[in-house]
């Protein structure tokens, strides 16, 4: 699987737009990328995928570098509920039965 | 969206004694679900990927013999723990697809195992 870099911790204030970082050079052309999150004590929820365009969903937009080989989450407006650990994640979803291999990631502290 | 049960949520056993966790997909068929396990301040560490109907793949590291895991429906794997010891206590975590190339994952609110 290919390799992601995430910095360890970021902080934010609350209702500030947050912008998480992802390198993912050794990318593959049929690699998608997702993002997942993490709230202390339970299980990661999906937050969002792309493949080569940005993408927008109610929780958060991807913007993917033009070579694919970098990308960030952002967070349009933190809130305390959005404090996490938000991993970034690549994966052939063009091969069906592929886990997520998680690393990582970015443990994200928002402060009122 | 879907949503990924886990029974139980937390479990204390003494050592020596086998645990079952039941991860359960309440709203769709899943044909592929995954166990996970999280120590503390850990990331999440891929065990096994179970398919219905067929033996588990495990990964590198993790003992078939010791971790159990039976997919016999399309809504229902099983994480059995076998001898448990105080070194398995982890944070137990199963995940499921929707469709087979569905690009998103559901996940189970996780299993915490405590052996004393």
């Known amino acids: 699987d290919a390799k992601t870099t995430q910095p360890n911790s970021m902080e934010s204030n609350e209702e500030e737009p947050v912008h998480l970082p992802c390198n993912h050079s050794?990318?593959?052309?049929?690699?998608?990328i997702h993002w997942y999150r993490q709230l202390p004590s339970q299980g990661p929820e999906y937050v969002i995928h792309?493949?080569?365009s940005n993408v927008n969903n109610r929780m958060a937009s991807l913007a993917i570098a033009e070579d694919r080989k970098s990308s960030t989450l952002i967070l349009h407006r933190a809130t305390l509920r959005d404090a996490a650990v938000y991993y970034c994640?690549?994966?052939?979803?063009?091969?069906?039965?592929?886990?997520?291999?998680f690393g990582k990631g970015t443990t994200l502290s928002v402060s009122s | 969206g879907a949503v990924v049960s886990q029974h139980p949520s937390r479990v204390i056993c003494k050592s020596g004694t086998s645990v079952k966790i039941e991860c359960r997909s309440l709203?769709?068929?899943?044909?592929?679900m995954f166990w996970y396990r999280q120590f503390p301040k850990q990331s999440l560490m891929l065990m096994a990927t179970?398919?219905?109907?067929?033996?588990?793949?495990?990964e590198q590291g993790v003992e078939k013999d010791k971790f159990l895991i039976n997919h016999a429906s399309l809504t229902l794997s099983t994480l059995t723990v076998t001898s448990a010891h105080p070194e398995d206590s982890s944070f137990y975590i199963c995940?499921?697809?929707?469709?087979?190339?569905?690009?998103?994952?559901?996940f189970g609110p996780g299993t915490r195992l405590t052996v004393l």
């Open positions: 050794t990318i593959s052309g049929t690699d998608y």
């Open positions: 995940s499921a697809e929707v469709t087979p190339r569905s690009p998103e994952q559901f």
């Open positions: 994640i690549l994966r052939d979803d063009f091969q069906a039965g592929t886990a997520l291999i």
């Open positions: 792309g493949l080569t």
């Open positions: 709203d769709f068929q899943a044909t592929t």
């Open positions: 179970s398919n219905e109907g067929s033996k588990a793949t495990y």
